[in-house]
């Protein structure tokens, strides 16, 4: 059973656009993060997040934590084709279990 | 080596063989994971280890799967009596240490498993 709900599952946009993936629990999680999978590969870690209401940027993504660690956004500005794939969140409990997300399968045409 | 092994990489088994998956950690990784992932969903947890202790295994799905790490470090994945419902992408991932100290999952490429 995922604890974990990503929303949309599916995000199919255009190079340019902006866009916004949810990750939602009702489980609170010690730490969070984010992972971006290519096909035929296994996930890559893209950022954790660690403190409740923690935001961090990398490039063109940024990652917030919710203030109470029960949920997390990823937002990309100006999606580019290179974004293409498919995002994880995942949450670590507090007994080290790290379970993932439903994940989010973004397609950026050009 | 630099990165996390498994092995095979494609599996293709009778219903009702048995079969034992490999994944060979990055050198002196402490936690080892194994998960099972559906094709465009996330990877469902089966198993934790921290060294050759089997800290968490509540999301293996029946007794029929069992896994170890003898000497904290390569990991085998058994499965027993194989269904064609087994058949899966499993994939091992390790981290140089436990996740709540906020270490990364290093993931090797998988087993895909096929069973007829």
């Known amino acids: 059973t995922q604890l974990l709900e990503q929303s949309p599952q599916f995000l199919s946009i255009q190079e340019g656009e902006n866009l916004t993936v949810y990750c939602n629990s009702s489980s609170v999680f010690s730490s969070l993060q984010w992972y971006r999978q290519e096909p035929g590969e296994g996930p890559v870690l893209l950022v954790t997040v660690v403190t409740g209401g923690e935001v961090k940027k990398l490039k063109r993504l940024t990652f917030q934590f919710g203030d109470a660690r029960k949920d997390s956004s990823l937002h990309i500005t100006a999606a580019q084709p290179g974004d293409t794939g498919l995002y994880l969140c995942?949450?670590?409990?507090?007994?080290?279990?790290?379970?993932f997300g439903t994940g989010t399968r973004l397609q950026v045409f050009p | 080596g630099a990165g996390v092994s498994q092995s095979p990489r494609y599996k293709v088994t009778k219903r009702g063989q048995d079969v034992a998956l490999r994944c060979d950690p990055i050198s002196g990784h402490v936690s080892l994971y194994w998960y099972r992932q559906a094709l465009g969903q996330g990877p469902e947890f089966l198993t934790y280890?921290?060294?050759?202790?089997?800290?968490?295994k509540s999301g293996l799905p029946n007794d029929r799967f069992s896994a170890e790490r003898p000497e904290g470090s390569i990991s085998t994945l058994t499965i027993q009596r194989t269904e064609q419902r087994d058949s899966a992408m499993y994939r091992c991932a390790s981290s140089s240490h436990r996740p709540s100290d906020n270490s990364p999952l290093h993931f090797g490429n998988g087993t895909r498993l096929t069973v007829t």
């Open positions: 995942a949450g670590a409990l507090r007994t080290d279990k790290l379970i």
């Open positions: 280890f921290n060294y050759e202790a089997q800290q968490d």
